[in-house]
C-alpha cells in the first residue's frame, strides 16, 4: 500500500471552525446536477472517527479503516452508477468520538474529500474547500452517553424524529443549510494519508 499526499483542495471541514466534542454527529451534503451519463466518477474521503457514505438516497459504504491518527486511512469510491441525469447528492454522516478508547486515538472531527465526475462535456470537483459543500449538526444524537466498553466507542442514542427526511437525497430544501466550515486545526492529521482498498 503506497501513501500519497492529500491534495491542498481537500480540505478538512466540520459545522463550525472549532471540531473539538465528545461523540458529535455531522451531517455533510454536496449536490451538483447532471445533463448527462458520466465517463468516470471517483470519490475520496476521509473522516474521523466514523462515516456513512450515501449516493442519492442509497447508502453505499462506511469507514474509515482503524487507524492511528499518524497514520489516516481514506477511501475512494466508485459513484459514478449511482448517478443520474438531474441533480445528484453526497451524503455523508460523520460521527466523531474526539475521546480515545482501545481503537481510536483522542481526537477532532473532520471530512475532507476529493474527487471529480467526469462527463464528454464537464468536469465537476467534489473537493471540501470549495464551498459546495452543505453541513448541519445533528441535534437528534445525545453525546454524554457512555462508552459501551473500554475498547469501543459511546452507545448511540439518538431521536430519528429530529433527522431531517429526505436530506440525503435528491429533491430536498438545504436552503437554511450552512456551508461548511473549515476547521481550526488542518494540521492535526498528517498530510500523507494512506489508500484502504476496498473490494
Known sequence: ????????????????PDSSGRNQVALFRRSFELTEEPAHATLHLFADTRYRLTINGI????????????????????????LQNGENVIAVTVCSYGWETFIT??????????????TPADS????????DWKASNQS????DTPLMSFALGMTEDVDTREIPSGWDSPGFDASNWQAASVIENQDN????IFPRMLK
Open 1 to 16: 500500500m503506497c501513501a500519497h499526499h492529500r491534495p491542498s483542495n481537500a480540505t478538512y471541514i466540520w459545522t463550525q
Open 59 to 82: 447508502i453505499v459504504g462506511h469507514g474509515p479503516a482503524r487507524f492511528k491518527k499518524g497514520f489516516p486511512e481514506y477511501d475512494s469510491h466508485d459513484i459514478a452508477p449511482l
Open 105 to 118: 486515538d483522542p481526537s477532532l472531527g473532520g471530512l475532507a474529500a476529493w474527487g471529480t465526475v467526469e
Open 124 to 131: 465537476i470537483v467534489l473537493s471540501t474547500n470549495n464551498g
Open 140 to 143: 437528534g444524537y445525545v453525546s
Open 189 to 192: 492529521y498528517q498530510p500523507v
